[in-house]
């Protein structure tokens, strides 16, 4: 068994919970070290039970809580090699928790297996992540303005994704955003639109994916039900009956969402 439950997901707060039962980790910790332990408690989980925390990059809206976070409960961090020389600048104590890796390296965490791929973000280090309990595979890719070779190779055989769906293209252009913030959205190290994260989406579900996540929504240039009837209606003209082959939805903004096994 292996399940994941987003706790926050949008561009205000990223974190997520994947657990196979025995190894629980969260990715990113971007709402506050109160938000977390709240949800993680209401989900059955004890915060100091954790066996780590996986962070994608150095923003703000996917690290907020993760000082309060490790300086209460001493929790591993772990982090691309770039991302952790940002991290350590921002949270003093960190080199005591930290756990530098080079992007795409394999990591063993109890009974999860995580690997990491790079991710083309305005960050310093990004990268996404696959989970896998030996039987069952999901991966996180979120926060990337192209699809590259290797989130394809990534991604193929995940039985759950979560896969960004940040905005609708003509909403983001007509919008009232300054032009310099539009272009870095749309930009090769921005964020993926709801048609191509739908592309992604397919993709995933072509290498056996059966759980279907859209997620880092944008509050100003998209809306849940426009992200879905995208990624949906791509589904449907390629082959892909959502609702009986492939379940598909999105993960709320600011609160909790449904656990998901695969």
Known sequence: MLTLTTLASGSSGNCLL?????????VDAGISCRRICKALRELGVEPSKLSGVFITHEHSDH?????????QFRLPVYASKGTALQLCHRIAFLEDVIHP??????????????????????AADSVGYTFCNGMRKAAVVTDLGVVTDSVLQNVWGAHLLVVESNHDVEWLTSGPYPYHLKQRILGEKGHLSNEAGAELACTAAQGGARTILLAHLSKENN??????????????RRGVA???????????????GRRHEV
């Open 18 to 26: 994947v657990d196979d039962g025995t190894t629980r980790v969260l």
């Open 63 to 71: 690290i907020s809580g993760l000082t309060t976070l490790t300086k």
């Open 101 to 122: 890796f080079a992007a795409g390296e394999r990591l063993s965490v109890g009974s999860l297996e995580a690997a990491s791929f790079q991710t083309s973000h305005d």
């Open 223 to 236: 809306t849940p039900r426009r992200a879905y009837d995208t990624a949906c209606g791509l589904l449907e």
């Open 242 to 256: 959502v609702g009986r082959e492939v379940t598909l939805e999105v993960a709320p903004q600011s609160e909790t």
